[in-house]
């Protein structure tokens, strides 16, 4: 599926809305092992949310990039001492041998070519360094709360766009990775208002018809009025070592 969401004029809501999985956030830096020597770059990092909140709580030397100048431009207004340029994951205009960690979040279903990505961050990793590619399995895709209960066409939509997990590692092994593990982390949270829904600050919002759309969206209004409801955040996590 072709994607044709326009990020810079998403980057907006993307930045109100979208935060930081505490999980995954953790394990990048324990499972990443890093620490304030360490250099970090994050590709398709959006709005900055996840290198930002690394910089912050570890303080390694850290790089973002994206090919979205609207989400650049919100990384950039938040920053400290992050550098964040336009860039894609295919072509990575760094030395090899450089950094200690790269991490992708919710980024791999969008790359054309992801056997070069994969390629590029292991030409770009020091010896022993670690990839973190944040995913959703098929599992995810089907279990996610609220995505799949109120706008259950995003789960076609959704599969159709997601890599499978076996061809992730395939390809992580085709070009050099070594030491593959994978693990699902959760974040449960109650959800009291929906303005991140109404704003489509998730891009499979985009995918589906206005009639479906809208039809979540007054499912949601209901479900409400009652009050929170129960959700789950979930990631894959797939690592891989150079």
């Not at 999980?23 to 949310?49: F, I, Q």
């Not at 950094?99 to 980024?107: A, G, R, W």
């Not at 891009?203 to 589906?208: G, W």
Request: with cysteine.
């Amino acid at each position: 599926m072709a994607d044709t969401i326009d990020y810079d004029r998403a980057a907006t809501e993307y930045a109100q809305h979208r935060q930081v999985h505490p999980e995954v956030l953790r394990s990048l830096v324990v499972d990443g092992e890093v620490d304030g020597d360490s250099k970090v770059l994050e590709v398709g990092c959006g709005t900055g949310n996840y290198i930002l909140a690394l910089e912050r709580q570890v303080g390694p030397v850290c790089w973002g990039v994206d090919p979205s100048e609207g989400m650049l431009a919100q990384a950039r207004a938040r920053s400290g001492g992050v550098r964040f340029l336009p860039g894609r994951a295919e072509c990575l205009d760094f030395p090899p041998g450089f950094f200690d960690l790269v991490f992708s979040v919710d980024v791999i279903h969008h790359l054309e070519d992801r056997r070069a990505f994969f390629g590029e961050a292991h030409r770009v990793l020091k010896a022993g360094g670690r990839l973190c590619t944040a995913t959703d399995s098929e599992s995810v895709i089907r279990h996610r709360q609220p995505l799949a209960v109120y706008f259950p066409e995003t789960v076609l939509v959704e599969l159709e766009r997601y890599p499978r997990i076996a061809q992730l590692r395939d390809l992580m092994e085709g070009v050099g990775f070594g030491a593959l593990s994978e693990e699902m982390v959760e974040f449960p949270y109650g959800l009291t208002e929906l303005q991140a829904y109404r704003d489509k600050a998730f891009s499979s919002l985009y995918l589906i018809s206005e009639e479906a759309f809208q039809r979540g969206i007054k499912h949601l209004e209901q479900d409400l009025r009652a009050g929170s409801i129960p959700c789950v955040s979930r990631y894959t996590l797939l690592w891989g070592k150079k």
